[in-house]
């Protein structure tokens, strides 16, 4: 096995306390953290030295506001895990959360710790950036 399979077998061990986690054919693991989807993959980039790669989706399809943009990148500086990312598309802007870490030696309660503080963080951000203010409609909330 694997130094990448082998910690990806932890991280899903982790993760399955909490969440439904899915394997994808490329051995990446996918799950939902509330309404936020994660990603997790493993990759050893020198001998010995092994990292697990988490990314969230936030939110996708935002108005394409400079204010929201701001305020996002404000966010951005606020966060001890993980690094925020906004990118315009044709619809409005995406925004994501990733963090990396080399996780060689972390057993599975430790992992499991850390990740959760991730994905919590992610999901945070979702909830002040997006306010539902009905059932089925999303508003954005905007940085004063």
Same mark, same amino acid.
């Given at each position: 096995m694997?130094?990448?399979?082998?910690?990806?077998?932890?991280?899903?061990?982790?993760?399955?306390?909490?969440?439904?986690?899915?394997?994808?054919?490329?051995?990446?693991?996918?799950?939902?953290?509330?309404?936020?989807?994660? +990603?997790?993959?493993?990759?050893?980039?020198?001998?010995?030295?092994?990292?697990v790669s988490l990314t969230c989706?936030? +939110?996708?399809?935002?108005?394409?506001?400079? +204010?929201?943009?701001?305020?996002?990148?404000?966010?951005?500086g606020q966060g001890l895990f993980g690094t925020l990312g906004v990118v315009h598309t044709e619809r409005g802007m995406d925004v994501?959360?990733?963090?990396?870490?080399?996780?060689h030696g972390l057993e599975v309660a430790p992992l499991g710790t850390l990740l959760l503080l991730v994905v919590s963080t992610a999901s945070q951000l979702r909830a002040d950036l997006l306010g539902n203010t009905e059932p089925g409609k999303t508003t954005v909330r905007r940085s004063r």
């Open positions: 694997t130094p990448e399979a082998e910690l990806l077998g932890r991280v899903r061990e982790a993760l399955e306390l909490y969440h439904d986690v899915t394997a994808d054919d490329d051995g990446s693991l996918t799950f939902r953290h509330g309404e936020v989807p994660c +990603a997790v993959q493993a990759m050893q980039l020198a001998e010995g030295l092994v990292v989706v936030v +939110a996708w399809d935002l108005p394409d506001d400079p +204010a929201l943009a701001v305020s996002a990148a404000e966010r951005a994501t959360l990733r963090y990396a870490f080399p996780a």
